[in-house]
């Protein structure tokens, strides 16, 4: 059966977490389908900052590097919006929340905007800022630092001085990848953030979509085991849920219509 059009961007974003480059008339063959839909492929990937492209082909993305926020809310939003409804359950009345920035925590601000808990919000996101902010029933607190438009947030040690004055139920987190040892990002400013919001909290929730499974990014951010609750679109494959289950990290997968809690291997 031909593959979908996001079924071969999968693929091919899947080949280049473990190969450096892919070849057009390779994935062609692959996928049976011609070299020129291949090239659109990569020209649509290249265009979202997902992949490199290289002459024949295409190359996966600079360690340090990554699409900007209004690239990356173009992709895989039906799988985030299924996270962010899912992370919203987890909450409970009257929590302190730090919010991280990034396309998947925005949905889950924007999911969290319809709850009817009484909740303090503390991020250096202005688009999680921006969606709980005129509700009566969430405090937000935005933090200082230094503004950075490609992602709508502040980073700096201002914003770290600020959120180490509070302390929080939880932290709700993104990240560039994961692999069976540490969660990754490529940018060592918003590591820092996430890792003084995973201090602060007493429990570190992270969201991911399947895209970033096996992602190996310049920086680690933190190892699994201080990560408490992974909400995914799809199951990791083997080696991650094994490593996730021995770090003790509850794992809840939001399918199509349900959610499920996958049992520790082994």
Not at 57 to 86: C, F, K
Not at 87 to 104: H, Q
């Amino acid at each position: 059966m031909r593959l979908s059009k996001d079924e071969r961007w999968e693929r091919i974003l899947s080949r280049l977490n473990s190969d450096v480059t892919v070849r057009i008339s390779s994935l062609a063959e692959q996928f049976g389908v011609t070299t020129e839909t291949i090239r659109r492929d990569i020209d649509q990937l290249t265009a979202r900052g997902l992949v490199s492209r290289t002459y024949g082909g295409a190359a996966s993305r600079s360690l340090t590097s990554e699409p900007n926020l209004l690239q990356r809310r173009e992709y895989n939003v039906a799988a985030r919006q299924r996270i962010a409804q899912l992370a919203v359950t987890l909450i409970e009345p009257g929590d302190v929340l730090m919010i991280d920035s990034g396309s998947t925590t925005s949905q889950f601000a924007r999911a969290l905007a319809a709850s009817p808990l009484e909740l303090t919000v503390l991020t250096n996101c202005l688009p999680v800022a921006q969606s709980l902010g005129g509700i009566r029933n969430f405090r937000v607190m935005l933090c200082p630092g230094t503004y950075r438009e490609t992602e709508s947030a502040v980073y700096g040690q201002e914003t770290s001085a600020f959120l180490s004055r509070y302390q929080a139920n939880k932290a709700i987190i993104g990240a560039g990848g994961i692999t069976a040892t540490h969660v990754t990002d490529a940018d060592t400013e918003a590591s820092w953030v996430k890792r003084k919001m995973i201090e602060q909290s007493k429990q570190t929730v992270l969201l991911l979509d399947h895209s970033k499974f096996g992602s190996r990014m310049f920086e680690n951010v933190c190892p699994l085991a201080s990560i408490a609750d992974l909400i995914v679109d799809r199951e990791p494959q083997e080696t991650i849920a094994r490593a996730l289950a021995g770090a003790a990290v509850r794992v809840q997968v939001a399918g199509d219509g349900k959610s499920k809690r996958v049992k520790p291997a082994g």
